[in-house]
């Protein structure tokens, strides 16, 4: 079965600083991984995603992630915080089309002027 | 990217009371996700709905307390069957865009008194 584990509900972080966000994931088989965001009372909005080629992989908004297969690990990373970051983060893993896609609990970015 | 609009976006209802979401996509496609998001969590898969088919209910969740109806490739309702304080929730409509990505609508947020 699969399982996605987000480090921390809550990380705040300075305007400019750098983000990590943690997400480490469990998977029987090549996981296809994704990096959600969700703004207040909006629906959610993929940032990016892993499907097996690059493993370094770059979204929108500047942010990027990095698949570690060795640490079951896609941490998504940003050098410089901005205010207009301040969201609800979400990791999710999925075995491929057709099937679902498991969501982590989350992790609130929270950015200090 | 696909667009879906999901009505009602809010709604307050009353305890025992019943209320259909409806999620209209602008392309044809196979598979429609509704997802649960209570507040503070994160989501939570009730159903594939599958046109012509009976929908797939994830463990917890009977349709019952969950009818999905699927009429066409465009179309699902889901409908929150004799409400309880605890149905209060943000009700998201999704369709698969790649191998287990999701795209969502804008979310239906209820709140049973």
């Known amino acids: 079965a699969q399982s996605v584990t987000q480090l921390g509900s809550h990380v705040s972080v300075s305007e400019g600083a750098l983000v990590l966000l943690r997400c480490n994931y469990s998977s029987s088989v090549p996981p296809y991984l994704f990096w959600y965001v969700q703004y207040p009372n909006q629906g959610l909005q993929l940032l990016l995603k892993y499907t097996s080629a690059a493993t370094l992989v770059k979204g929108i908004n500047g942010f990027e992630a990095e698949f570690k297969k060795s640490e079951t690990s896609f941490h998504l990373t940003k050098p410089s915080a901005h205010m207009s970051d301040a969201a609800e983060y979400f990791c999710?893993?999925?075995?491929?089309?057709?099937?679902?896609?498991?969501f982590g609990a989350g992790t609130r970015l929270f950015v200090k002027a | 990217s696909a667009v879906i609009s999901q009505k009602p976006s809010r709604d307050i209802c009353q305890r025992g009371t019943s209320l259909t979401i409806q999620c209209q996509v602008d392309s044809q496609v196979t598979m429609m996700f509704w997802y649960r998001q209570q507040p503070g969590q994160s989501l939570t898969l009730i159903a594939t709905a599958n046109q012509g088919s009976e929908a797939t209910y994830e463990s917890g969740f009977v349709i019952d307390k969950f009818p999905i109806s699927r009429p066409n490739l465009t179309f699902s309702t889901l409908t929150v069957s004799n409400m309880s304080p605890e149905d209060s929730s943000i009700y998201l409509c999704?369709?698969?865009?790649?191998?287990?990505?999701?795209?969502f609508g804008e979310g239906s947020r209820l709140t049973v008194l």
């Open positions: 999704s369709v698969e865009t790649g191998p287990g990505e999701l795209f």
């Open positions: 999710a893993v999925s075995e491929g089309g057709g099937f679902k896609t498991i």
